[in-house]
């Protein structure tokens, strides 16, 4: 399996992103780079990823409030690259996270439900900013079938995501028994699942009714992701292009959804892939697109995992390291553990300790 990732990233990596359609004339415009705004556009990535940091924090609440900005920014790095390096990350990634919160003196609950509304908040920020840039867009462009195509997603997204939040804090009763019902259909533990989905009702009623935890994580959230495009913007202005904000708000939401196919790590190829062609329909020449979006996509995607490898050498060894560092393993020796593969998700956000292997049932006669 692992060999199999191994060739699907490198046909990915050939196919896909070598071969984009203007690469080689993109190269030349190298010498025309206006380097300061290379420099503001790191920064800006810098600040996006510092606000994720920050929105992290404001779900943990109260759990978290012990952390500094710094060890939480060094927690979120680590959390990013581990993400960044595997295909289908984000389970690593959160395990990772979760490990580092509670090792941090994080109760496991409080981690793993900051971590997954997080995560929650900020893809709802994100189809929202994608919305924002079609109602924009589409009365003055027209509908492109591609990007109309992810607005369905989208909307689908989002009610699914409107209908779970309802139903664990209107209907709890009615939630529990459906979800333990289908839980005893899979043969799964249906105690357990009813006291995560009572666990999880009690925290969403909790979340909704701190209008001011709730505002603080959807504007880090919003921060982030406006940040993260205003970067974007500045690179495609450091090789002389130039995109109206509807196109850009367009491009960025769009290429962040196709970002979450598991295939490839941070959706290498894919993301590329789409920024190219979209941003070359908005009107920007396709030279400056694709040197501009690579440029980018180095800020974005590559030198997180870079800084990420070092916080997280920081919080092991050294004057910043966490206190029970003996526990804290390497990065490779996370991904291969066998407890995180036996962590449902369930378990995973109550911070609950993951269930025994089943014994095998004993046969009749």
Same mark, same amino acid.
């Given at each position: 399996?692992?060999?199999?990732?191994?060739?699907?990233?490198?046909?990915?990596?050939?196919?896909?992103?070598?071969?984009?359609?203007?690469?080689?004339?993109?190269?030349?415009?190298?010498?025309?780079?206006?380097?300061?705004?290379?420099?503001?556009?790191?920064?800006?990535?810098?600040?996006?990823?510092?606000?994720?940091?920050?929105?992290?924090?404001?779900?943990?609440?109260?759990?978290?409030?012990?952390? $500094?900005?710094?060890?939480?920014?060094?927690?979120? #790095? $680590?959390?990013?690259?581990?993400?960044?390096?595997? @295909?289908?990350?984000?389970?690593?990634?959160?395990?990772?996270?979760?490990?580092?919160?509670?090792?941090?003196?994080?109760?496991?609950?409080?981690?793993?439900?900051?971590?997954?509304?997080?995560?929650?908040?900020?893809?709802?920020?994100?189809?929202?900013?994608?919305?924002?840039?079609?109602?924009?867009?589409? @009365?003055?462009?027209?509908?492109? @079938?591609?990007?109309?195509?992810?607005?369905?997603?989208?909307?689908?997204?989002?009610?699914?995501?409107?209908?779970?939040?309802?139903?664990? #804090?209107?209907?709890?009763?009615?939630?529990?028994?459906?979800?333990?019902?289908?839980?005893?259909?899979?043969?799964?533990?249906?105690?357990?699942?009813?006291?995560?989905?009572?666990?999880?009702?009690?925290?969403?009623?909790?979340?909704?009714?701190?209008?001011?935890?709730?505002?603080?994580?959807?504007?880090?959230?919003?921060?982030?992701?406006?940040?993260?495009?205003?970067?974007?913007?500045?690179?495609?202005?450091?090789?002389?292009?130039?995109?109206?904000?509807?196109?850009?708000?367009?491009?960025?939401?769009?290429?962040?959804?196709?970002?979450?196919?598991?295939?490839?790590?941070?959706?290498?190829?894919?993301?590329?892939?789409?920024?190219? @062609?979209?941003?070359?329909?908005?009107?920007?020449?396709?030279?400056?697109?694709?040197?501009?979006?690579?440029?980018?996509?180095?800020?974005?995607?590559?030198?997180?995992?870079?800084?990420?490898?070092?916080?997280?050498?920081?919080?092991?060894?050294?004057?910043?390291?966490?206190?029970?560092?003996?526990?804290?393993?390497?990065?490779?020796?996370?991904?291969?553990?066998?407890?995180?593969?036996?962590?449902?998700?369930?378990?995973?956000?109550?911070?609950?300790?993951?269930?025994?292997?089943?014994?095998?049932?004993?046969?009749?006669?």
């Amino acid at each position: 399996m692992r060999t199999l990732k191994i060739v699907a990233v490198v046909v990915v990596v050939y196919f896909i992103f070598l071969n984009i359609p203007g690469l080689r004339n993109a190269i030349d415009q190298l010498k025309d780079v206006y380097a300061p705004l290379l420099v503001l556009g790191l920064a800006l990535e810098l600040a996006a990823l510092f606000a994720y940091s920050l929105m992290t924090k404001a779900a943990l609440g109260e759990g978290g409030s012990h952390l $500094s900005n710094w060890r939480v920014f060094r927690i979120q #790095m $680590s959390t990013k690259a581990l993400s960044s390096i595997v @295909p289908g990350g984000s389970a690593a990634g959160s395990a990772l996270g979760y490990r580092l919160f509670t090792l941090s003196g994080v109760p496991g609950p409080d981690a793993g439900f900051a971590l997954a509304t997080a995560g929650l908040g900020s893809a709802v920020v994100l189809n929202l900013i994608f919305f924002l840039g079609l109602v924009v867009s589409i @009365p003055l462009r027209g509908v492109n @079938p591609t990007y109309a195509t992810a607005a369905i997603v989208g909307v689908i997204v989002m009610v699914v995501v409107g209908f779970i939040v309802f139903g664990l #804090m209107e209907g709890q009763g009615r939630a529990e028994r459906a979800v333990r019902w289908v839980a005893r259909k899979f043969r799964q533990d249906d105690r357990r699942v009813g006291q995560a989905v009572r666990h999880l009702s009690s925290r969403m009623e909790d979340l909704v009714r701190d209008r001011s935890q709730l505002g603080r994580i959807a504007g880090w959230a919003a921060a982030n992701w406006i940040l993260d495009a205003a970067s974007l913007w500045v690179f495609l202005r450091a090789f002389g292009g130039s995109i109206a904000i509807d196109g850009l708000m367009v491009a960025f939401g769009l290429a962040n959804i196709v970002a979450v196919i598991p295939l490839t790590p941070g959706g290498l190829g894919f993301v590329e892939g789409t920024y190219v @062609p979209l941003l070359v329909g908005f009107g920007l020449d396709r030279a400056s697109a694709t040197i501009g979006v690579l440029s980018y996509r180095f800020a974005q995607l590559w030198f997180p995992i870079l800084l990420g490898g070092i916080l997280y050498l920081t919080l092991r060894f050294g004057p910043w390291s966490i206190e029970r560092r003996e526990r804290l393993q390497s990065m490779a020796e996370m991904v291969g553990e066998d407890e995180t593969k036996r962590l449902s998700k369930i378990d995973f956000v109550e911070g609950l300790p993951p269930l025994p292997p089943r014994a095998p049932k004993p046969r009749d006669g």
